[in-house]
């Protein structure tokens, strides 16, 4: 398609797209473009997050130093044009779930509740008490702007266990997925070096088929996905959907990976700040064949934080409108036309999470 459609596209809809901050994302070129992009609420500033918006660095503060100026509305503007229409912001803990969803409201998106593997030594001072509190807060919210659309993070990570053992991991993975049962709310999971565990403890808990519909779950994405082929088939083959972002495309064996989900169950998100595609990365070579006016779109060139400019991104800093940049590694690892997986991108993220304004508004249709 002639590059000069396919902005002036991207442009119109740059007027209907939600103010975005943290993390499903969508944009639709042509078709519909889409994606999600976590964007962890722990990378926020506890104390001025529900009032000011305050991630440390994209206020420009990187480990308590302040390197530039703020400058998180370029960052937001940068999402929009790439075609960013929404994101859903990722819980990690009750307090963090508590701040997802007052940024959600604040902006029209959405949030997760749940604890984060890593968090979930949060839970063991009052095991029912902090599950009561996490119950809760889901049932007072689950309709309207800002509503709650899955239960997570939560999951396993073997390679970080420093703050919560395997075991107290795996018992609060466990006692979350009784939750999704309950509401009836898809799962946002997190899986590191623990597959074996974790698919076990979810098939035992009624999750091994269809998403785990039969004991009242509605699926969920495995997000992050850095695994072996192997693990991506059985999540498949289980009712899950699979998310891909820089860091699930850094190696050969990682793209080699990512080419056997299937459209149907993938989804697209930046872990922004993290997760940025490399020139070291194999993703790179995907990279160089990205047009010109899409890349300056969703990989702006960026500045060290030091020599800050204005509108223009910072070096190492992933942002949400770099979700173009996955969508688009992916089209060419799997050899699907970049519309055609970018709308399939979309479609699974509006209809896992039930996102139904997204899927009826007008304005969407190019
Ligand atoms: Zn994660």
Known sequence: ???????????????????CVGLPISAHPPSNYCCICTFPIDTLDHHSLTVNLTDPVFRGRYHGRKKHQDDFAHMLVRSKRAGVASMIITGGSLSESKQALNLAKEHNLYATIGCHPTRSGEFEKDPSG??????????????????????????????????????????????????????????????????????QILREEGFGEDGGRAVGGRGGVVHSFTGPPQDAIDYINMGFHVSVNGCSLKTEENLAAVKVIVPRRIMFETDAPWCSMTSTHASRKHIDSLPADLRELFLPRAVRAEAFVPGQPVKGRNEPNAVGGVAWVVHKVKEVPFEEIVEQGWRNTVELFGLRELADDPSREA
Do not use: W
């Open 1 to 19: 398609m002639p590059a000069a459609g396919y902005n002036m596209r991207l442009a119109e809809l740059i007027y209907s797209a939600f103010p």
């Open 130 to 199: 902090y599950f009561q509190a996490l119950d809760e807060l889901i049932g007072a919210n689950l309709s309207g702007p800002g509503r709650a659309v899955a239960v997570g993070e939560c999951g396993l990570d073997y390679d970080r266990t420093h703050f919560a053992s395997t075991v107290v991991q795996q018992r609060h993975f466990r006692s979350q997925l009784a939750l999704a049962k309950k509401y009836h709310l898809p799962l946002f999971l997190h899986s590191r070096a623990a597959h074996g565990d974790f698919v």
